[in-house]
Structure formats: C-alpha cells, structure tokens
C-alpha cells in the first residue's frame, strides 16, 4: 500500500510540481475520452485526480474502472489546471494530480443515498446507514465542529485550574429526578446499578475530598420519556467549584461560553449576560427559558380589567386568575389566520382564543363589545395598539395564561419568521424559586434538585415553614424563599443550570423534610452525601451544560441528532446497530432477572 | 464570605508584607499560651497561619476554638517565620500568615481516620470515606496526575490530527468478548441494551465513514469475574486511523507513551520501544506479557533430554512435551525455601518442582542421579550453572510449562526482591497466532478480536485450511497464520493492545467462518459492521491502552483503586453509595423484568 503523504483538501501551490500520494473516496469519476477526472475525497476536502491515457496507460486502465466511493491511493504530481477549468467552490480548485499509479484498496456497492447535500434522505435510512450520512460534508462539520468544542471548553478549564475527575457509570439509583436505567447485578441478586442521570453527588463529594474545582465531558443518561429531540444519552460539560458564590460561577460560565463563541463562531458576546429573574421572564414571556430574539411580549391587563362587565375576565380575575395578551404587531391577520392560531391555543388545552383586530377607526373583534370605553382606552394604550395589530389574550390561572401565551407567543414567531436566525440571544435566569408545590404528588418538590442552597436570608422562612401546620401559610412561606441558582438560556433553550448548593448538615435536612423526603429514606438515598456535609465540607456550587443542545444551537440546527456520532430514534433505537435487542436466555439468568409476561 | 485570593500553597516571597485571604481546611491546630498555629491546607498545600491574643484577639478566639478538618477563611498577613521555625518540608516553609480575621465555613466531626500518609487504613474504611480517603496528600496526587495525563494524551491526539468522537454507551450486546452489563429497556419490552466493552465497532465505523483518524478516552465496561485488581468499568485511551499499517500505528502509539514519560516523569524512553514476538516470549517467559526488569528467563533442555534414562522427562518428551529450566542465580537456597517454592508451583496444579542446587563441586538434587553425565555436563553448561545457583525444571505440554515456570520467575523474583523497582521496562509484543483452538469449545477462537487481520501472506493458508475437513491439518494450517496484532508490556502488564483490521468484506467472512461463526450469527451480531465494509472501508487500524493500570505504573502503584476516584470492590460494590442495590418493584415493572427466583 503506498503511504500517504498529503490530505485531499490540503494539496495547495506549495505542492506544485511535486509527487505526492493521496489516499481516499472517489467521490466523482467521469471519462472524458482518454482522460479520466476523479473527484478524490478525504476528511479534509476534494481533490481533481487526472488519469491520462496517453501519458500514464496503467493508472488511465485502473482509473477507468472506478467507481463511486472506492477507495483509492494515487501517485501522482500536483499541476495547474488549464486556464478556464478551474474551480473556484474547491480550496483546491486550482489544482490538478496527474496520476502516475492508482492502488484500489477497496470496491464499493452502489450506495442506498448519495453522498451530497442535494439529495433528501430520510432520518430513517440516514441512521441506518450512519457511516455514509457522516460522509456527507455538513454531517462530518458537525462532529468536526464538536471536536473543536471540546478543546476549547477544556482549555477554559485548564486556564482556571480545574481537574478533571472521571466519576463512575455504575452508580446507585436516587429518586428525585428522572427515570434510572437499571443494570442488574450478577453478582449480588436481586441488586441494581443505575446509570448516572448526572455526576451531580460524586461532583459535591470531590469538593467535600477538597479537589476545589473539577470538571469532565460526561455522558449522563436518563430514561425519560422521549419527547422530539431528546436523546437517552447526552453529554454534559460538568463543573464544580469551592469556596465560591453565584457570582463566581456565573462569570467563569460566562467565560466559557465566550471563549466558544468567539473561538468557534467568530462571534463576541456582550458580557456580562442579561440577567433576567424567573418572575420577570414567566410574566414577560410566560415561560423560565424565553427567547427574546423578537418581541411579542406578554402584557399584563388585570389591573384594567379587574372591574369589567365581561364575565370571562371578571370570573378569572375574581378566582385569583390573570389577564394578558400579546399584541401582534402589524400583522394584518386574516380571520382564517386567526383561526389557525385558535386551533393552536386550543391544542395546548386553551378552550379559545379572544383577540381584537385593530383596524384603521375601529376594532375588530368578537368581545370588544363587552368591554367600557375606558378599558378599551387603557387596553390599547398598555398594548401601544396601532391598525394592523392582532392582539391576543388569555384570561385563566397565572400558570395556565403563561403556557398558553409563551407557547402562542413562539407559534407566531417560527410562523410568521419574526426570528432573527443570524442572531444568539443570551441570558441568565436567576432568583428561581427553591420549592414549588406539585399538585398531583401533595407536596413541595424542588425546582432545581433538593441539594440547591436557599437565600441565605430565606432560611428563617424554611424553618418557620417547617414549623407551621397550616399547609396555606407554608405555600405561602415556601413561595417567598429563592433558591441560588441560575440557568443559562440561549434562543430560547436552557443550555445549563446550577446553583450554589447546601454544604451544611443541618440545612440539607430542614430542606428534606421540607420536600417530604423521610429521614431515612434520606439515609437510604443521599446518606453518603449528608455524612460527607459532616466532615468540614466547603461552600460550593457549579454549573452543568448540555454539550449537544449548546453544538446545535451554535451550528443553527434543529435537531441534537446532527451533532451526535451515533444517535437513537425517539424510540431509543440505534438504527445502525438493531439496539436494543434480545438476549439469550442464559444472559437473563447469569443476572438473575427474567422477562415479565 | 471573604473571597479567596490565593491557595494556600502557593503562598510564596512575592506575598510578603502583602494581605491574603486563604480558604481552606484545618489540617492541624495546636495553641501554644497566647498563639495558635494552623496548619491550613487546600489543594495546593499546606501553609502556616499564626493566631496571636495579643494583636487581634478576635482573630484568635475563633482559631483556638478550630478543630482539625473545619473549613475557614482567613485574612491576614505574610511574613517570615521567625529564624529557626523554618519547615524546610513545606513549600511554604519559610513563611506565615498572621490572621486579622478568621471565619468558620463549616464544622467536621471528629474524623473515622486522620488525613495522613502514616496511619494505616483497612480498604473497606477508605472507599466507604472516599471524601476522607482523597484528602490524603498521596491519592490527591494520583489524581492529579492522572488529570495531568487526560491533557497530555490529548495534546499528542490533537497534534496529529485525530478527531475525537464520542461512542454510545447504550449499544448492542455481542458475543465474542466478556460479559455484557445489561440494560433492560422500558420502551422495548424484552429487549435490552449493553453497555460498550470497547467501542472497537463503532470506531471501525468511523473509518468507514471517513474520519480519518478518531480518538476518545472512554468508559467501558465489562461484567467479568472480578480478579483482584480489575474494575467493572476501566477507562480506556482509544484510536483508530485510517490508511495505516501496523508500524504506523505503533510508531503513534510510542509518541504517546514516550511523551507521557517524558512529561509527567521526566523519564525519556528509548524509541523505538523494543519488539518480541509472541513466540519468543512464551519460550523465554512463559507469558506473552513478560517483566524483563529482571533474568530468570526459560531455558529449553528438551534436546539434551530427548533421549535420558529420567521416565519423567523422557515420557514428557515422547508425549510431544518440553523440558525446561530456570536458574534462579547466587539464590543459596534453604530446602525449606526450595519447599515453599514446590508449594506455590503445586498451587498452580504442577505435581512437583524438580530442582538442582549446585554446590561447590557438587550437585544437591533428588533427580540428578537419573541423568547421564552428558546430560549433567549439557545441561550446566547450558543453564550457566556455578555454585550458589538454584535450577528449577518443568517438564510438561508447552503451555503447562509457560505457565508453571513463568509464574515460578514471577514469584522468585518478588519474594527475593530481584526487581528494579525504578526502571520501566516497555516492549512490544508482535507476530500474535491469528486464532487458537479452544479445546473446551472445540473450535478456534480469536487472539484478538474477530475483527484483526491476518497477515496479508497468510490469507492463503486461511483459505487452505476452510478447505480441509481433517481437522489436525486444519489446526497446523491455522497455527501458522499471524495476526497484524502489536501489544504494548510495561513491567509485565499489557497496557495496551491493537491491530490492523479487516476492511474488506470476503476476509472477514473467511475468518468468522473459520471461528464457527455461521453467516446467520454474523449477521445478526455484526451486520452493519459487514454491511459497512461493502461500502468503501479504508484499510485501517488502532490500538486501545488501558489508562488506569497505566497511571497506576507510571505511579508505582500496585492497586488501580489507587488512580480511580470512586473504584469498586473486588465484589463490584461501591461502598461510598452503597450500589448496588435494590430498587422499588415499580422500577421493575417499568422495565418489563422481575427477579428470578
């Protein structure tokens, strides 16, 4: 086999007139009479091989006889192409290899799809053939594209001191968060591993072992249920530091981010980010991750209205609800457009959608006749309503208007193409709430993880909390305590969150038995952790982002599965390999479990 | 809370006079009337604070209040220690922080041990206190190192152009290899993923698809029976490139490991690493991972016995069996020594150890009177024998015989101290058999890997012995194909192992057939691997290390739990979190499993 000497893509005017060895794809091959063209291709770009019969019959016979997707070493000089010919799409194009000899090292089936950006081809069949998707040019940049983030993340971490620490995949399973994978044990019956849904614990141990600040690339799995564009395994850039406040976390965030951007991109950021606190954002954009590339803000109207003749908003206001609406701006909707946004409020659970067609002299609409003339004034002057505006509104529960209008809200805009796609609108969310009461499950659960440290001065409010027996006072209490932590939000997606978290014993358990957590199931689950807070554990707090959402967001593309080598269906099925699939009996039994009927 | 402004550590000259704040651990207090001295320790060291009554009283309430293992910050002042209470052992010897102000982060119990090197601590106590355990200046340096050695390894990747890539960890169970961890899958009733043992498949499959050259540290994982320094999951250092041959991926691979010496050592090796074949291995050790940092190797005697009157050695040589020999030199063993040497031999399964102490002007030996004066002339001269020296003798099928004699070197040479604990002692093992006969499965199995190629000039044989139904000739023919496997030895460990692999697809078949792998089985388990190598496979080959037994040499370590932050048990357990453990029927039910009973 002859030894390369020079990628495809590299073969520049430095090589002129000189013998090279090219090793590759035959990405195009076409016989001129007597002159075969070929369109080599490596990892780095094409390359124009010539085969002459006239000057070299030999490699002229082999190059005749190639065919799509070969694999090929030429020998050959680096010429220029005759004037008029070249081919100004390649960085090569200038150049030409005069084949002097051609080894085939392999022959290739006709392929199910070809190689190119033109030609559709079906997710299905694109992961069933994952080797040849990856060929493609806009596949292989993703991965490419990957490879430079993660040398860029790290060196962020090196210029800061942190270390980075392995923690293990056969781990313990902790409620408290997503669904575990389970691995049966084989030699402990009965027992299981789970997968780590996150390196969250071993992370605060190593800060409690005194490691100061480490980080790792880590894949973390979950099995959730599978909604569009999530995956079952994911890749977390995870960090923790000690002896450190928000801000402190939140700057060296900043900073990584940055260095991404500005190193991959080209692009600067502004820093410091927009912080935005989590009430702001939810009355704002009726959502905790906004994206704020348009407008389309939700206005509130309840004050206007808190008194109007029309039942609707009066009922809701009166049963504690809210008023809001969206004003759609110079949109000129048609009444069949308006439907179609009905039908979308409708399949969020909305039961319909009043609006109000501001027209040149009037308004068009079916409730504006409900309404007195001073609330109408005030309403078009909040919503700064002028002819040509949609407005939208929702009348409900505080938590049901911010879905139905967040989500109307982002509707309107991929719709309507009111996103400035070039654009990355980057923010913090902070002051969340530490708890929130869930309905269904009768208790407070926490919003972050129930490691995430409370205000220091809402402490009181957790322990009179605690002591209170009045479920109402103690909603009330919880709800006023905020918790130190922050996500980090980029077009409208959580790209990371973290938080400060609990290093003393004794907040770690008032926190427990707030979220209902039994002082022995504690033990049970997390009591590593809480004997680890006994033994001089540091204040410490740190930050994880989701590595695949952040490669696709960068590289504009909707779905994580173009950045991942490898991915899974949103059945959790890997197309290239067939898993997951059967096992032999004698497998199930060596771990002692065996299929439920 | 103060803000850190420098690790303890790394207090120095250029701080003198100057104001810090140190964040840290109280390593050690001690009130001398009036003064207390603290040891604080961070990450990065030790440093001396002093706490006087007499010039900030304040300051020294709190430090004679500390207990070890409570975590402060203090401010305060540099100075020199005063003359004669320099502590040459620290790197901060020469100074002291005069504290102005100290406030306690968090509290310790009394710890279960103290966080030094002298104290012995039983295994169980370290792992279940792992956080306690890491404190240790010595495993806190493993770590950083091993953190040190992530960066090294990757700069020499990223020099060479390799991409890294990450592999699934939820993938497809296959045969051919250890045991698989299993995961049930909730979606797919009955099926289940596995959990990568290497992700030898999919890198394959990256060249495939074009990477060129990919390389990833990776978690694998493998449910074997747990020998005493083998973890469940093992971090392995993996490449793959294409268009190689086996001296271009070893010529990498001695990149890698010399520049890992070099830098974190200071150690240069000597390049290019020194090769032995497999069989010159086995015939001089008795292993195909020889330790050469000491003699002891094998001597053959089969020819000088061929024809004794000795029926032991005699009928072993009829039966188609060697004679060999170690002389364990200048030894002037004891009979007692001798019998505990017989004891080890006959815990490996041998019936006896034949031996010969020689003595001045005479040979002690319960054989030696069986042998010829030729053979006793033949053998002496052959064994190099001289008065003080100890011959040991195996008589039995080769393997035996590699395996009793090679691991009687192994224990000399530890029991009586025989190795050179400093050196490192690199090699390449090569020329590997492709396949060997299973006598308990009755069929040949891989080397290697399925995947490894055979020598291009043995394919012929390959195809001879498909052919032949006589199975004895079918074994002679395969015994002489080779493999294009390399594996790297440091002191006796394999550290890392590879080979070119076969990209075309009519290789591959011939050799699954020839390992009774049926097309059906190979279809169904390798297929889109088979399928992949229709389609433009490039030749291409890698090799993996395993890099926690490696750190664990280059540390001197005898245990890997040593460079693991969390290891598990020889039982697989981690006694940190306790996994693993049961989980709630629900769990189960949610993935279709119940245990058997």
Known sequence: MFKRTKYCGQVSEEDLGKELVLCG?????????GVVFIDLRDREGIVQVVAEEK?????????????????????GTVRNRPPGTENPKLKTGNYEVLAQEIQILNISDPLPF?????????EELKLRYRYLDLRRESMKENLLFRHRAYQVVRNVFLKHGFVEIETPFLTKSTPEGARDFLVPSRLHPGKFYALPQSPQLFKQILMVAGFDRYFQ??????????????QPEFTQIDFEMSFVEEEDVMSFSEELIYTLFSELLGIELKRPFERLSYTSAMERYGTDKPDRRFGLELIDLTDIFKNTEFKVFADTIK??????????????LSR??????????????????????????????????????????????????????????????????????????????????????????????????????????????????????????????LKQALETSNIEEKKKLISKV?????????????????????????????????????????????????????????????????????????????????VIAFPKTQKGVCLLTGAPDYVSPKQLKEVHIKEME
Chains 1, 2 share one sequence.
């Not at 794809?25 to 009479?33: A, K, L, P, Q, S």
Request: net charge negative.
């Open 482 to 562: 905020k918790a130190r932590a922050y996500d980090m939000v980029i077009n409208g997606y959580e790209v990371g969150g973290g938080s400060i978290r609990i290093h003393k014993r004794e907040v770690q358990d008032l926190v427990f038995k707030l979220l209902g957590i039994s002082q022995i199931e504690a033990e049970e689950k997390f009591g590593f952790l809480l004997k680890a807070l006994r033994y001089g554990a540091p204040p410490h707090g740190g930050l994880a982002f989701g590595l695949d959402r952040l490669i696709a967001i960068m590289r504009s593309l909707d779905s994580i599965r173009d």
């Open 217 to 230: 690339i880590v894949r973390c799995l979950r099995d959730e249920d599978l909604r569009a564009d999530r």
């Open 114 to 122: 070809p190689v190119d950006e033109e030609t559709h081809i079906s």
């Open 336 to 461: 069949k457009e308006i439907d179609e946004l009905t039908q979308f409020v409708q399949s969020l659970g909305a039961k319909g959608l009043a609006w109000i067609r501001v027209e040149e002299g009037k308004l068009n609409s079916p409730i504006v006749k409900f309404f007195s003339k001073q609330e109408i004034e005030e309403l078009l002057k909040r919503t700064n309503a002028q002819a040509g505006d949609t407005i939208f509104f929702s009348a409900d529960q505080r938590e049901t208007v911010y879905k139905i209008l967040g989500n109307l809200r982002l509707h309107i805009a991929k719709k309507y193409k009111l996103i400035d796609e070039g654009k990355f609108d980057v923010l913090w969310i902070v002051d969340f709430p530490l708890m929130e009461w869930d309905e269904e499950e009768g208790r407070f659960v926490a919003l972050h993880h129930p490691f995430t440290s409370p205000k220091e001065e809402d402490i009181p409010l």
């Open 319 to 332: 049963a504690g609800g809210v008023v809001k609406a969206i004003n759609f701006k110079e949109s000129n």
């Open 25 to 33: 794809w035959v990405h195009r091959v076409r016989n001129h009479g």
């Open 55 to 75: 000057t070299y019959p030999q490699a002229y016979k082999v190059a005749d006889s190639l065919k799509s997707e070969y694999v090929i070493a030429v020998k």
